[in-house]
């Protein structure tokens, strides 16, 4: 006997006012390359093109097996629409994690990106304890950056002209959180 498969639920597993995380579902693989291979996104990442959907399908695979990564579908709290993704690589040697965050190009603009962000660093220290969570961003990019700030990171550094930005060499800021920054932020 076989089991008919079928897509799985969207379940929230942590929430604020707007949006939840939810786990990443192989069935909307086709939705997640779509948004990171947006002109916009490619251009935020810093990449000079987009990843195929073969690299792209190997790569979401192979994260599902991974302990150290975890990829969250962010949605919304009211009718569960996927909004984008968040994730964390964490290194476990140190405790900490690389974040990344990707909204769909048709959801930009509404303040999501900083609910996810903190939806994810809330998360990271609360539930994974991990000690501090990290990004890469390029300077020019600052939506993203105000983001960020808004959710909690701080500055940590600047490589300098070691990204591209429309054609032009740009700085690239490193961004970090620890627990103590979201504490001094509630007070």
Not at 35 to 56: H, K, L, N, Q, Y
């Amino acid at each position: 006997m076989t089991t008919t498969p079928h897509a799985t639920a969207r379940v929230p597993l942590h929430a604020r006012e707007r949006l939840a995380l939810s786990l990443a579902r192989e069935e909307m693989m086709r939705d997640y390359h779509r948004w990171e291979t947006d002109p916009a996104t490619v251009v935020g990442f810093g990449a000079r093109w987009p990843v195929s959907w073969e690299v792209f399908q190997a790569r979401f695979r192979s994260i599902h097996t991974c302990s150290h990564y975890q990829l969250f579908e962010v949605i919304t709290v009211a009718d569960g629409i996927p909004v984008g993704t968040t994730s964390l690589n964490v290194d476990q040697s140190v405790n900490n994690a690389e974040f990344t965050l990707v909204i769909a190009p048709e959801h930009r603009g509404q303040g999501y990106a900083a609910e996810a962000t903190a939806l994810t660093l809330d998360w990271a220290f609360t539930i994974a304890s991990l000690n501090a969570v990290w990004l890469e961003v390029l300077a020019p990019h600052t939506a993203a950056v105000h983001a960020y700030l808004k959710a909690g990171f701080r500055t940590a550094g600047r490589l300098r002209d070691a990204g591209l930005w429309q054609g032009r060499r740009v700085d690239k800021l490193l961004l970090d959180c620890v627990p103590e920054d979201l504490a001094a932020e509630k007070r």
